[in-house]
């Protein structure tokens, strides 16, 4: 996990997938219909295969039971 907002009621972490490409297809993923041109600006979100994503912090709670947290010098 890289961070973490709220957007309106809404809150997401951003997580970056080390293997460099994004698996999740969720709400708030990618390719999710949940962005609009005004939610990329408010959390900064760029439509890339860079291996980085949002999810709600409810999904993330649901699909991992496990966080390791490792020291990247390039983030």
Not at 4 to 23: D, H, T
Not at 42 to 64: P, Y
């Amino acid at each position: 996990m890289i961070g973490c907002a709220e957007y309106g009621s809404v809150k997401l972490v951003k997580i970056r997938n080390p293997w460099g490409s994004e698996g999740y297809t969720g709400d708030w993923s990618d390719k999710s219909s949940k962005w609009d041109s005004s939610s990329r600006a408010a959390l900064n979100h760029v439509e890339k295969d860079d291996g980085i994503f949002w999810m709600t912090l409810s999904d993330f709670k649901d699909l991992f039971n496990r966080l390791t947290v490792g020291y990247n010098r390039e983030y």
